[in-house]
């Protein structure tokens, strides 16, 4: 337990589920008096720090994740990496997710303490307020209005934050919205009215984990290339949960993680709109177990659809330039296909 004279700093890593939950972490850290750093963007050093203390068959994500853990040693004085279970209640996090901190600490790398406590919202609204509870006294805070009131302003900020993905902001526009001045102001924010008037030559079905799709450095690049290339593209994040949920009684079985079922009800919903979309790409990590099914699933499903399927795998050898070749490819070909349907 640290009880110290400075504010805490508090380091949270820009990755995994640091796309989807950030907003929640910062606010509840911040109104409890702490200071949030977060990692650097992921980059080469990151990368290669992470791959020396993983082993092999590691999915990239996970190596990412480490590099970005490591880049906070040093800098602060706890390392904010909470064990995620369960955000719905119902499915679980991936395999790796929930080994996360152990496989953190037993890396030789010398860390400060880890805020190693349990998001799991089974039996929602307890789990959470188990979670915001467990995190504060982490950090020898026990003032029960000091962390009530901070996880009512977290969870209002969350709700801010999906919202904005709900709009089509992707995570790094969200956040400069709501920790900005422009949201403190009340400037009411609107996605369309931004994009209106952009001639896109196709909508795309993005597909994939959102630390996977929006680390422009393991992904190389892939959602900036397609807006580049004149794309609109649709993420799962676009999508309300509860229009999802409704495709999880069309699979004969759901997955058992949170993400893979998200993806894969996103594809079958944009699928069974197809009118709305000219292709879908799902974005698949080497050497992720889960993806594995997630991509077989949705290439068969688009393929009994009609709509063309690129599957697109990131590995840590991953290169621009080849990247960028498929996505022109793909996007030629749709666009090649929209003319021929308009002239015939
Ligand atoms: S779901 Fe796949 S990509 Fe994500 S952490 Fe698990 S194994 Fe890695």
């Avoid at 949030?36 to 993983?54: C, F, P, Q």
């Avoid at 690129?310 to 749709?334: K, N, P, W, Y």
Wanted: charged share 25%; glycine share 8%; aromatic share 12%.
């Amino acid at each position: 337990m640290k009880w110290l004279k400075r504010q805490l700093r508090i380091g949270i890593p820009r990755s995994l589920a640091y796309y989807s939950f950030y907003p929640l972490w910062k606010e509840f850290l911040e109104k409890l008096g702490a200071e949030v750093i977060v990692s650097n963007a992921t980059n080469r050093k990151i990368l290669e720090d992470g791959i020396k203390e993983t082993v092999n068959d590691a999915c990239v994500p996970i190596k990412v994740y480490h590099g970005h853990v490591f880049d906070l040693a040093g800098r602060v004085d706890y390392i904010f990496a909470p064990r995620m279970v369960s955000a719905d209640g119902k499915s679980t996090f991936c395999p790796k997710f929930l080994g996360l901190p152990d496989m953190v600490r037993f890396t030789d790398v010398d860390l400060p303490e880890l805020i190693d406590v349990r998001y799991d919202c089974s039996g929602f609204p307890g789990g959470q307020l188990r979670f915001f509870i467990s995190v504060a006294r982490a950090i020898g805070i026990r003032n029960p209005f000091k962390i009530v009131y901070a996880a009512l302003r977290a969870l209002r900020k969350h709700k801010q934050y999906q919202g904005l993905l709900l709009k089509g902001f992707n995570p790094a526009e969200a956040l400069q919205i709501i920790f900005s001045r422009q949201q403190q102001q009340g400037i009411n924010v609107n996605k369309k009215e931004s994009d209106a008037g952009r001639i896109k030559k196709a909508v795309i079905a993005l597909l994939g984990y959102p630390y996977a799709i929006y680390d422009p450095f393991i992904s190389a690049g892939i959602y900036d290339k397609l807006i580049r290339l004149g794309v609109e593209v649709v993420t799962f994040e676009q999508i309300p949960l509860h229009v999802m949920r409704r495709f999880s009684k069309v699979l004969p079985q759901n997955f058992f993680w949170y993400y893979s079922n998200q993806v894969c009800w996103a594809g079958l919903y944009l699928l069974e709109r197809k009118k709305f979309i000219d292709g879908m790409i799902h974005v698949t990590a080497f050497g992720c177990g889960p993806d594995a099914m997630v991509d077989k699933t949705l290439e068969l499903e688009a393929k009994s659809a009609g709509v063309p399927f690129l599957g697109l795998s990131i590995d840590e050898h991953t290169g621009e330039g080849g990247v960028q070749t498929r996505l022109e490819a793909f996007v030629d070909m749709l666009w090649a296909k929209q003319k021929q349907g308009r002239a015939g």
